[in-house]
């Protein structure tokens, strides 16, 4: 049995979250650079420039790349030969988010839902655990905004919907979208298992490189014919119109109940932020 200290988790949390939000991955940098060469909008062509130079300022500067730090979401994969030794694993994390996000001067977005009195310090962070073989714990760190999250959706569809309802479902939630999940987009699809299922294979869905289609050429086909008809849409960069309105559609599915066909949309926007940490 391996011995991880539980301050080690907390560290590498408090790293992830500032990194996470001062720099953009490779990933999306190459993507903003591969539309910039094939948008034909001037004013769509004008916010991707923007969002580089954004990208680069932030990075140079030292200061979050957009004021919507978001919800801290943090994936792990604890290895099953992994003891945590001198403290709560789940504490740990907390513990990394309230001092990344104070020391890196991330906003504080996290509030009580009724009262809407602000927890202060961006806590508590939503926790993903899966049990995993070996003795490593991998963790994984989404700064997910608000505006993107607020247009995502889960819908139960008819089992006879089928593969052209999903991608009809996802591109006119998409649509509806409009402006309002920061575009060029990021969509993470979940298909299958149960409604709660649904939704967080469509965030895990978001981890994946962009660039990088689904290992299952039909789930491959299908990321490509959803991205083609949502850059149909004509809403671009920033909502002000052109052709880069997403930058990737990643799906990833679960066999489900045979009365059902749970399908959920998970919207990212340009500030996609990502960080992972091997321990
Ligand atoms: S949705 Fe994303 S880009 Fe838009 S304000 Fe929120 S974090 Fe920033």
Same mark, same amino acid.
């Given at each position: 049995?391996?011995?991880?200290?539980?301050?080690?988790?907390?560290?590498?949390?408090?790293?992830?979250?500032?990194?996470?939000?001062?720099?953009?991955? !490779?990933?999306?940098?190459?993507?903003?650079?591969?539309?910039?060469?094939?948008?034909?909008?001037?004013?769509?062509?004008?916010?991707?420039?923007?969002?580089?130079?954004?990208?680069?300022?932030?990075?140079?500067?030292?200061?979050?790349?957009?004021?919507?730090?978001?919800?801290?979401?943090?994936?792990?994969?604890?290895?099953?030969?992994?003891?945590?030794?001198?403290?709560?694993?789940?504490?740990?994390? !907390?513990?990394?988010?309230?001092?990344?996000?104070?020391?890196?001067?991330?906003?504080?977005?996290?509030?009580?839902?009724?009262?809407?009195?602000?927890?202060?310090?961006?806590?508590?962070?939503?926790? !993903?655990?899966?049990?995993?073989?070996?003795?490593?714990?991998?963790?994984? /760190?989404?700064?997910?905004?608000?505006?993107?999250?607020?247009?995502?959706?889960?819908?139960?569809?008819?089992?006879?919907?089928?593969?052209?309802?999903?991608?009809?479902?996802?591109?006119?939630?998409?649509?509806?979208?409009?402006?309002?999940?920061?575009?060029?987009?990021?969509?993470?699809?979940?298909?299958?298992?149960?409604?709660?299922?649904?939704?967080?294979?469509?965030?895990?869905?978001?981890?994946? &490189?962009?660039?990088?289609?689904?290992?299952?050429? +039909?789930?491959?086909?299908?990321?490509? +014919?959803? /991205?083609?008809?949502?850059?149909?849409?004509?809403?671009?960069?920033?909502?002000?119109?052109?052709?880069? &309105?997403?930058?990737?559609?990643?799906?990833?599915?679960?066999?489900?109940?045979?009365?059902?066909?749970?399908?959920?949309?998970?919207?990212?926007?340009?500030?996609?932020?990502?960080?992972?940490? /091997?321990?």
């Amino acid at each position: 049995m391996r011995e991880i200290e539980s301050g080690e988790i907390t560290e590498a949390v408090r790293k992830m979250s500032i990194e996470a939000a001062y720099k953009l991955g !490779h990933d999306v940098m190459e993507a903003f650079e591969k539309n910039l060469k094939t948008e034909t909008s001037p004013t769509g062509r004008e916010v991707l420039k923007q969002l580089v130079e954004n990208a680069r300022i932030a990075e140079e500067g030292l200061f979050p790349m957009c004021q919507d730090t978001g919800f801290a979401v943090i994936f792990v994969e604890l290895g099953q030969d992994v003891h945590v030794t001198g403290g709560d694993l789940n504490q740990a994390i !907390h513990e990394g988010v309230r001092q990344g996000y104070s020391e890196g001067f991330l906003r504080k977005s996290v509030c009580d839902p009724f009262t809407r009195e602000n927890t202060c310090d961006n806590t508590p962070a939503i926790i !993903h655990i899966n049990i995993v073989p070996g003795d490593r714990i991998k963790l994984t /760190l989404a700064g997910k905004g608000g505006g993107s999250e607020n247009m995502s959706r889960v819908m139960m569809l008819k089992p006879s919907d089928g593969k052209e309802g999903i991608i009809d479902y996802v591109v006119q939630r998409v649509s509806e979208s409009g402006p309002n999940p920061c575009p060029p987009t990021i969509i993470g699809v979940g298909i299958g298992g149960t409604f709660e299922k649904a939704a967080l294979l469509a965030k895990e869905a978001l981890l994946r &490189t962009l660039g990088e289609p689904s290992t299952d050429p +039909e789930l491959a086909a299908m990321e490509e +014919e959803i /991205l083609e008809r949502i850059n149909r849409l004509g809403i671009g960069p920033g909502g002000l119109g052109g052709k880069t &309105t997403s930058m990737a559609v990643h799906v990833k599915l679960h066999p489900c109940h045979i009365a059902s066909l749970p399908v959920a949309v998970n919207i990212n926007c340009h500030a996609h932020r990502h960080k992972d940490i /091997l321990l």
